[in-house]
């Protein structure tokens, strides 16, 4: 492997062809360009470089003579899923960019290489990369800096334990379960998995067993023959068939019903079965990744879900941190929904008050991540300014249970201000049912200060949660 840098530049690019001529040139046009350039001469180089450095973009040839550009991305994704991979093949056609795309290249270009379409293509690539980072939504995936990947944003330190514990498990083949709050991102985290995998080019096929009606379940994950029950007037593929060689999301599987569950047990010990209606069996060649809002453990405490199926399905425990135990990743949330949101609607991105800011970050999001992005998309709906600010917060925020406040009555003059203070801090907790996020986003007041009054007062402070 060859190594050619220039001090005068912080983008990286590995240039992958197993043709020393390609290699030069294509080196040549990207140190005039101002990159730091290295090289590999084939897929076992690549694999190599890949693991020792990030780059922000690998460029590689399609067919090579100890394998494919496509087995290059997988090393390249695996080690570094924001690192963009741009494919090169004098052999182009419709079904091979197709494939490409799909498998998650950044863009598709054929031989001869135009060198003008080639520094276009990495000006987007640099240009991505530059937007997101200036506004909190990509980083780098370094410990001390953050991890921002597969729609995942933040840095607490209870996330990036959770990235690096799932980076660990995508390396291996074993199955993972995921338990965590409703909200919290359960799904991009398999599908962060799923990418950072050997099986990143196979499909990720997920099923929420929740959604899916319990007489249809069985047929939705094994398939059926035709005439295997009334309707099914045609053969069917099930979810296991579809993600054979890739990966399988089973969501929710806590609602799992108990008369399936040896069924799906036999599966993932012998990774067969046979389709509704059918005695031939079908092998295949999947990972298996669960997530549920509930603790399976006390559900087979319980006798609602098989301890068997719970330990077979818990090889690799996994869990995400509530959005309260990472408060300190809100502005960048909130940040990346406001431009996510904007953009979907054609409108300028808007600038956040530190005020509006402060306001999230007194609330616990009981709904997690899904609720901030739902209340941010409300108040981008709702308010088209140049600048979110506090007051969009108190129009648009109206947590669960909170009801009208009783009419405002006059104090009697010469009231203490303390007793003043007292009565209306009781009220409000009572009015929030003893929350005390509630009431301190009600009283404009942050939760460490709301703390300090309950003690200041000496209100019991079991009573509010």
């Given at each position: 492997?060859?190594?050619?840098?220039?001090?005068?530049?912080?983008?990286?690019?590995?240039?992958?062809?197993?043709?020393p001529?390609?290699?030069?040139?294509?080196?040549?046009?990207f140190?005039?360009?101002?990159?730091?350039?290295?090289t590999?001469?084939?897929?076992?180089?690549?694999?190599?470089?890949?693991?020792?450095?990030?780059f922000?973009?690998?460029?590689?040839?399609?067919?090579?003579r100890?394998?494919?550009?496509?087995?290059?991305?997988?090393?390249?994704?695996?080690?570094?899923?924001?690192?963009?991979?741009?494919?090169?093949?004098?052999?182009?056609?419709?079904?091979?960019a197709?494939?490409?795309?799909?498998?998650?290249?950044?863009?598709?270009?054929?031989?001869?290489?135009?060198?003008?379409?080639?520094q276009?293509?990495?000006?987007?690539v640099?240009?991505?990369?530059?937007?997101?980072?200036?506004?909190?939504?990509?980083q780098?995936?370094?410990?001390?800096?953050?991890?921002?990947t597969?729609?995942?944003?933040?840095?607490?330190?209870?996330?990036?334990?959770?990235?690096?514990?799932?980076?660990?498990?995508?390396?291996?083949?074993?199955?993972?379960?995921?338990?965590?709050?409703s909200?919290?991102?359960?799904?991009?985290?398999?599908?962060?998995?799923?990418?950072?995998?050997?099986?990143?080019?196979?499909?990720?096929?997920?099923v929420?067993?929740?959604?899916?009606p319990?007489?249809?379940?069985?047929?939705?994950?094994?398939?059926?023959?035709?005439?295997?029950?009334?309707?099914?007037?045609?053969?069917?593929?099930?979810k296991f068939?579809?993600?054979?060689?890739?990966?399988?999301?089973?969501?929710?599987?806590?609602?799992?019903?108990?008369?399936?569950?040896?069924?799906?047990?036999?599966?993932?010990q012998?990774?067969?079965?046979?389709?509704?209606?059918?005695?031939?069996s079908?092998?295949?060649?999947?990972?298996?990744?669960?997530?549920?809002?509930?603790?399976?453990?006390?559900?087979?405490?319980?006798?609602?879900?098989?301890?068997?199926?719970?330990?077979?399905?818990?090889?690799?425990?996994?869990?995400?941190p509530?959005?309260?135990?990472?408060l300190?990743?809100?502005?960048?949330?909130?940040?990346?929904?406001?431009?996510?949101?904007?953009t979907?609607?054609?409108?300028?991105?808007?600038?956040?008050?530190?005020?509006?800011i402060?306001?999230?970050?007194?609330y616990?999001?009981?709904?997690?991540?899904?609720?901030?992005?739902?209340?941010?998309?409300?108040?981008?709906?709702?308010?088209?300014?140049?600048?979110?600010?506090?007051?969009?917060?108190?129009?648009?925020?109206?947590?669960?249970?909170?009801?009208?406040p009783?009419?405002?009555?006059?104090?009697?003059?010469?009231?203490?201000?303390?007793?003043?203070?007292?009565?209306?801090?009781?009220?409000?907790?009572?009015l929030?049912?003893?929350n005390?996020?509630?009431?301190?986003?009600?009283?404009?007041?942050?939760?460490?200060?709301m703390?300090?009054k309950?003690?200041?007062?000496?209100l019991?402070?079991r009573?509010?949660?």
């Amino acid at each position: 492997m060859n190594s050619i840098s220039t001090s005068d530049s912080s983008s990286s690019v590995l240039v992958v062809d197993d043709e020393p001529g390609m290699r030069t040139a294509l080196q040549a046009n990207f140190l005039r360009h101002g990159w730091r350039v290295e090289t590999a001469s084939g897929v076992r180089d690549a694999a190599r470089a890949v693991e020792l450095t990030s780059f922000d973009l690998v460029v590689s040839d399609i067919r090579m003579r100890d394998g494919d550009g496509f087995e290059v991305m997988c090393s390249v994704l695996k080690n570094s899923p924001t690192t963009a991979v741009i494919l090169l093949t004098a052999f182009g056609s419709v079904p091979e960019a197709v494939e490409s795309m799909r498998s998650g290249a950044f863009d598709y270009l054929t031989k001869p290489v135009s060198f003008e379409q080639l520094q276009s293509a990495a000006a987007r690539v640099m240009k991505r990369i530059n937007e997101k980072s200036a506004s909190g939504s990509i980083q780098d995936t370094g410990a001390d800096a953050g991890i921002i990947t597969s729609g995942i944003v933040g840095r607490a330190p209870l996330l990036l334990q959770a990235l690096h514990r799932a980076r660990a498990a995508a390396s291996t083949d074993a199955d993972v379960l995921i338990e965590a709050e409703s909200g919290t991102g359960k799904e991009l985290l398999a599908r962060f998995i799923h990418q950072a995998s050997n099986r990143s080019r196979k499909p990720f096929v997920a099923v929420n067993c929740a959604a899916v009606p319990e007489h249809l379940l069985e047929s939705e994950l094994f398939g059926h023959a035709r005439g295997a029950f009334t309707g099914a007037s045609a053969a069917k593929a099930g979810k296991f068939e579809l993600a054979n060689g890739g990966t399988l999301l089973l969501d929710e599987i806590g609602e799992m019903p108990l008369n399936l569950q040896p069924k799906l047990l036999r599966i993932l010990q012998e990774r067969e079965f046979e389709r509704l209606g059918e005695t031939r069996s079908i092998h295949v060649d999947i990972r298996v990744i669960a997530t549920t809002n509930a603790s399976l453990g006390s559900m087979v405490e319980q006798g609602r879900f098989r301890s068997d199926l719970y330990y077979r399905l818990n090889v690799i425990p996994l869990s995400l941190p509530s959005l309260r135990d990472r408060l300190e990743d809100i502005p960048a949330l909130a940040k990346y929904f406001a431009e996510r949101f904007a953009t979907e609607t054609d409108n300028p991105i808007p600038g956040i008050d530190p005020g509006f800011i402060e306001r999230l970050q007194s609330y616990d999001w009981p709904g997690n991540i899904r609720e901030l992005a739902n209340f941010m998309r409300r108040v981008l709906s709702l308010h088209q300014g140049d600048t979110i600010d506090a007051a969009c917060f108190y129009k648009e925020f109206h947590p669960i249970g909170r009801t009208q406040p009783a009419p405002f009555a006059m104090p009697v003059p010469g009231t203490p201000i303390a007793v003043l203070e007292k009565a209306h801090l009781e009220n409000t907790l009572a009015l929030a049912h003893g929350n005390r996020t509630h009431a301190a986003v009600m009283l404009g007041i942050s939760l460490r200060t709301m703390r300090n009054k309950i003690r200041e007062y000496g209100l019991p402070p079991r009573r509010y949660a």
